[in-house]
């Protein structure tokens, strides 16, 4: 196959890696945020959980755009549920202080689980293992908190701050095996 085809081909592929990696970063800095301001306020942690998914649903669902593979309609079925539920939480302030715990524990759930199945379609290339490990952690975060309700709002930040460092250490390998990934054999 001639090189510049292949280069064209693998260009969206490429692009929704670069979003992945982007997704990383974000994860990564609201980890920072509530290891490091654990305290601030409770009503800031509302907001910001409300404006991530509204982040994160955007990015699934231009991720979903450069992707063709089979997994392209679960990328913009995620990508629409995140946003669709971003916008309800920062419309709904103190609503979403006092359901946070049980919504993050879900999102968590949803997230381990779509980490997962997608470590399985990916599972020939190498570091699908990694990838399908750190959604079982995640799933076992969202466990925890889930079936702890009386947690205190100290171990509700550490668990979350463990959850968002998983997933943007998970969503880094992801996009950086998508920008390595050759679209076709020469």
């Keep these: 196959m001639n090189p510049e085809k292949n280069a064209e081909c693998c260009a969206p592929a490429r692009r929704g890696g670069v979003w992945l990696l982007f997704i990383s970063l974000v994860l990564f800095a609201l980890a920072l945020y509530v ?10 942690l509302s907001i910001v959980f409300g404006w991530i998914f509204i982040f994160i649903g955007i990015s699934k669902i231009f991720v979903s755009m450069y992707r063709y593979s089979s997994s392209w309609g679960w990328y ?7 946003l669709a539920l971003g916008v309800y939480l920062v419309a709904h302030i103190i609503l979403t202080m006092e359901i946070l715990p049980m919504i993050f524990a879900f999102w968590l759930l949803l997230q381990g689980s779509f980490i997962m ?6 599972r020939p290339r190498s570091g699908w293992g990694w990838v399908f490990t750190g959604g079982i952690l995640i799933v076992l975060v969202s ?20 959850g968002l460092y998983i997933a943007a250490v998970i969503y ?6 998508a920008m390595k990934d050759k679209c076709h054999k020469e």
């Design 35 to 44: 290891t490091f301001r654990p305290m601030e306020s409770y009503v800031d």
């Design 117 to 122: 199945s997608n470590a399985i379609t990916m």
């Design 76 to 82: 913009l079925a995620y990508g629409i549920i995140s």
């Design 143 to 162: 466990f925890f908190l889930l079936f702890m309700p009386a947690l205190s709002l100290m171990t509700l930040i550490i668990w979350t701050a463990i």
């Design 172 to 177: 880094f390998i992801m996009g950086v095996k």
